[in-house]
């Protein structure tokens, strides 16, 4: 049967990264997909890290070094889905969203892509909020155009497309190292409608390597002003574009010399950064509004995060004091704790008391029943409406590890504790990552 989504990942020296990529994705099959990777002149272990997986729906392509556009025009001349997802190997997917996503795309036949959200974490650090981030909201393309001509609010990795929009508006421009992906963006939006859907699809790291990560200097040009040229050299972007082209493209300018700016400041270079600042704020007064208003985005995300993770905290200890006993050795105490939520009267809604504990220790891993052996555990409770959440890793013999990954409901006995149904959301030799259920 051919596959419903094609994914191609572009890998360029991401050996250390692109191993934990592919062991989330590959756990996808919830829709028949293909993962493709183009290995675009590797000089690291990239291409054993990718041969190290047994799974049909890979396949491995390698090629001389010609850029992120030639590697995913490159893949996609290989891809048989009907829904193309092009994704870097360094970041992470959130794969259970993507199934809603996909239905999106596929029950709006006018519709050319449907994306959704993402989370920017960064260096080596592998776990990010698995929650909607703030702002998401559903939109269609009244919201997305023509603000796509003026700002890149999606990033690769979180829009599926069409194959055959794609090939009438052609592929990447391998002209261009950085951003590429607005400009397809930008011919994707002169052929249909664009969709967003308000669920998170992907952790995009940065480090330095990536192209928002990587370092910079004060003199240097900003390439991403190349890809400014390239959307509005464009015929058909300019015929979308009508009266307002030039109006749009002073936007995108100021847009794209904004964040440049703000890269600049980030990386060592405060004269540098601040005249780009004032330059763009110049060109587009709105980016005033955006850079005095960071402290109350800030202020909103920090609150939107303690209203999910600390509902009613002070209620909680008013109604019912909550004290924790910890041992070096062991973690949490569940001995004198045993209730670990109540329902507190009048809010409607559950009240956590765990309040994120750390559980260390070692338990008992049983699949049906049967206790197949012993791992070391490292987890986190989050304080979530509903069942107790624990979130981290668990760690012992790459063989229980694999065991516990296809499992249907694997369990984590704790010692002298409670018991939780494991769900694997990836992990490398040794380590698996986890989401556990209190049962």
């Keep these: 049967m051919p596959p419903i989504i094609s994914v191609i990942i572009p890998a360029h020296n991401i050996g250390r990264y692109i191993g934990q990529c592919l062991s989330v994705m590959l756990e996808f099959r919830a829709v028949a997909m293909e993962v493709i990777v183009i290995d675009d002149g590797s000089t690291d272990n990239t291409a054993a890290v990718v041969r190290s997986f047994a799974d049909g729906r890979l396949r491995l392509v390698r090629q001389f070094n010609r850029g992120p556009s030639a ?9 048989r889905g009907e829904f193309i997802l092009p994704f870097d190997g360094d970041d992470i997917p959130v794969t259970e969203n993507w199934e809603l996503v996909i239905g999106a795309l596929a029950a709006d036949p006018h519709a050319v892509l449907a994306f959704g959200a993402r989370r920017l974490f960064y260096g080596d650090r592998d776990e990010f909020p698995r929650s909607t981030p ?38 990447w421009n391998e002209g261009l190292r950085i951003g590429e992906d607005w400009e397809l963006w930008c011919r994707l939006a002169c052929l249909g409608r664009f969709l967003s859907y308000p669920a998170l699809v992907i952790g995009a790291r940065v480090h330095p390597q990536s192209a928002m ?20 050299s464009n015929p058909i972007v300019r015929q979308a574009a009508g009266p307002s082209l030039r109006s749009l493209k002073r936007k995108a300018l100021a847009w794209q010399t904004y964040h440049w700016g703000t890269r600049l400041i980030r990386n060592g270079a405060p004269w540098a950064g601040t005249r780009a600042l004032a330059w763009s704020i110049s060109r587009d007064p709105s980016r005033l509004l955006h850079l005095c208003g960071f402290p109350l985005r800030r202020l909103q995300r920090f609150r939107q995060r303690k209203n999910r993770l ?12 909550f004290t924790q ?9 569940w001995r004198d704790h045993s209730a670990t939520y109540s ?39 989050v304080s979530e409406a509903g069942p107790l959440i624990a979130e981290g890793s668990i760690s012992g013999p790459e063989e229980l590890l694999h065991a516990v990954k296809k499992a249907e409901q694997p369990k984590l006995v704790l010692e002298e504790g409670p018991a939780f149904t494991l769900r694997c959301r990836g992990g490398s030799q040794g380590l698996r990552w986890v989401k556990a259920l209190r049962e």
Excluded: W
């Design 71 to 79: 590697a995913r025009n490159a893949g996609f001349r290989l891809a």
């Design 310 to 321: 600390y509902v009613g905290i002070h209620e909680l200890q008013r109604v019912r004091p």
């Design 325 to 333: 006993e910890r041992s070096p050795s062991r973690g949490f105490d």
């Design 343 to 381: 329902r507190f009267e009048g809010a409607g809604m559950e009240i956590r008391e765990d309040l994120n504990d750390e559980m260390t220790g070692e338990g008992r891993i049983t699949i049906d029943g049967d206790d197949v052996g012993c791992v070391a555990y490292s987890l986190t409770l």
């Design 213 to 232: 990560g990587a370092p910079i200097r004060s003199r240097c040009t900003d390439p991403g002003l190349a890809a400014i040229d390239a959307i509005y």
């Design 134 to 171: 703030f702002g998401a909201k559903r939109a269609t393309d009244a919201a997305a155009v023509p603000r796509i001509f003026t700002e890149n609010f999606m990033q690769m990795g979180s829009a599926f497309i069409r194959r055959d929009a794609l090939q009438r508006t052609g592929l």
